[in-house]
């Protein structure tokens, strides 16, 4: 777009640190938003191929299951916690500054995995390289792309939807992150044939590559800008990320050392002492970066968690039948087209939640997903060690359905509750609902983990305790029977547990529902009015 062009009144950037909104010839539009899928789907691969692919890692470097969990919390704890730092970025420096920005954590990313793992910095500088010290780096820059193209992705989706529906960019974008893992566990057995790591990283190098040359093609319009950065800024900022750095460390490493482990509760103690701070300092600020008493108002509290509720219900899905189906001795290889399902599933989700998505009623499509999470988790109770995946692909793809079709909903009404109290609050929805996602993710994984060993170990006691005496030659053998059937036991007990708690939060959610129904009361009645006003006085 040229330089000189005039936006009109209705194409004025929305707030600081956005982009324009042209009105774009059709062509335009498309360009536009096929750049924003292929941004979204590569940013979702930053954590996807890392998590089909930690064991195989693990294995090529000789690491320790401790050693690769600090790869995991590498990536998480600088995704969960750089939201605040990009948004600041947009608003003084511009869309196009932050682009290269995204860019080149990218490029060092991808290039940096890619050319230690086939050995060719070692090889052309003649020094020796840890790789694993070079993979923590990687990781933590891939936290760092992740969150970054998420926004880079919402924005082109943005300027390629048509100006009515516009605001279903941001369910595209949040929705395509959805992708990583089902589309990582798809290709990664025709990647990494017989072990060959380096074929995945310089798939991701090649994405970034690709990436690189669409955003420099087609540029994000301009936006305004403003000097937005405080001193106080980084000390805040530096708390909150200490804080949800160490609640990583915490929610990582605890489900692989156990609980009671002594120096895990130093994290806790950081994590819980360094937020507060954090919180304390933005409260009592002329020009808070987050909101603090808007986040703590009974229905942000109520949102935050009914996002981060959903997300351990849905770690049934990539913790709890993923889990059981490797415990089983399935591989990658051979769980393609159970992948498959869920992809089918998490596009078909998408494309509706884009078209039916309903501003005035929000809830139900949570509601739904809710049940279908529920009916889903009771079709996988019953679970034996003669299960195989194909018994999964239906209440597997319900699962998937329900992941990404309450997304756009708890999206909408974020947003609608942050909106109609003015742009500055909007960071705040994007810290809170950053947070719910992933610290929901990493607790509802560890509770899984913790649940499952404990189970476990009650089935395997009972079991030993009335076996009959047999051959001494035979015991470990059978005792490795009985280890595998108290596993699959374990899973079994999970998977009711997350069909009775779906059930009741099913339950839970109709009964309010309903009640706003018979008082003829919309929960963001508010929120909606406020938004027509502010658009009437455009």
């Known amino acids: 777009m040229s330089a000189e062009y005039q936006f009109k009144p209705h194409e004025q950037p929305f707030m600081l640190g956005s982009p324009a909104t042209p009105d774009h010839p059709t062509r335009r539009k498309v360009l536009y938003l096929l750049i924003g899928i292929f941004i979204g789907l590569t940013a979702s691969f930053q954590n996807g191929l890392l998590v089909a692919n930690l064991t195989q890692i693990q294995g090529d470097m000789g690491l320790t299951p401790v050693e690769g969990g600090w790869i995991s919390v590498a990536y998480n704890m600088t995704n969960v916690c750089i939201t605040v730092l990009l948004y600041k970025i947009r608003q003084q420096f511009g869309m196009s500054l932050f682009s290269k920005i995204t860019l080149f954590f990218l490029l060092s990313a991808t290039s940096m995995q890619w050319l230690v793992s086939s050995n060719l910095l070692s090889g052309a500088t003649g020094i020796s390289i840890e790789p694993y010290y ?3 780096i990687a990781r933590g820059f891939s936290g760092v792309v992740a969150s970054a193209m998420t926004v880079l992705s919402i924005f082109y989706c943005l300027q390629g939807m048509p100006t009515a529906r516009r605001i279903s960019g941001l369910i595209l ?3 395509l992150v959805q992708f990583g893992i089902p589309l990582s566990r798809i290709i990664s057995p025709y990647l990494a044939i017989d072990g060959q790591l380096e074929n995945l990283f310089l798939f991701e190098f090649g994405l970034a590559l690709i990436c690189f040359g669409l955003i420099n093609i087609l540029e994000l319009p301009p936006g305004n800008t403003e000097k937005v950065f405080e001193k106080l800024d980084i000390l805040s900022f530096a708390f909150f990320a200490t804080g949800l750095a160490a609640l990583s460390v915490f929610l990582v490493q605890g489900r692989i050392l156990w609980w009671t482990t002594p120096w895990l509760s130093y994290p806790l103690i950081i994590s ?41 219900l849905l770690s049934e899905q990539n913790v ?19 992948y498959a399902v869920i992809l089918v599933a998490s596009a078909l989700a998408l494309v509706l939640s884009i078209f039916k998505t309903n501003a ?7 509601i739904f997903s809710v049940a279908l999470i529920a009916v889903g988790a009771w079709l996988d109770t019953g679970v034996s060690l003669n299960s195989a995946p194909y018994m999964f692909y239906l209440s597997q793809f319900m699962i998937a359905f329900a992941a990404v079709y309450f997304m756009g909903p708890m999206v909408f009404e974020g947003m609608f509750r942050a909106i109609a109290n003015g742009p500055a609050y909007i960071i705040s929805f994007s810290v809170i609902f950053g947070i719910s996602q992933t610290v929901g993710g990493l607790a509802g994984a560890a509770g899984i983990q913790a649940f499952t060993t404990i189970r476990t170990q009650m089935h395997y006691a009972d079991m030993v305790s009335s076996m009959n005496a047999v051959n001494t030659a035979a015991l470990p053998q059978i005792l490795q029977g009985i280890q595998r059937q108290a596993a699959v036991a374990a899973y079994d007990d999970l998977f009711f547990l997350m069909a009775v708690s779906a059930t009741i939060a099913t339950l839970y959610l109709l009964i309010v529902y309903f009640y706003y129904r018979y008082h003829k009361h919309n929960p963001l009645g508010k929120e909606l009015a406020a938004l027509a006003e502010m658009m009437g006085k455009k």
Do not use: C
């Open 134 to 136: 070079l993979e923590l």
């Open 360 to 366: 005035m009623d929000l809830r139900r499509p949570v």
């Open 320 to 338: 709890g039948a993923a889990g059981l189906l490797a415990n089983l001795g399935y591989g990658n290889d051979q769980l393609v087209v159970f």
């Open 272 to 312: 819980v002492a360094t937020i507060a701070i954090a919180l304390w300092i933005e409260t009592h600020r002329k020009s808070p970066m987050l909101q603090v008493r808007w986040m703590r108002s009974r229905t942000i509290i109520a949102f935050m968690i009914t996002g981060a509720v959903m997300r351990i």
């Open 173 to 175: 974008g949040f929705g």
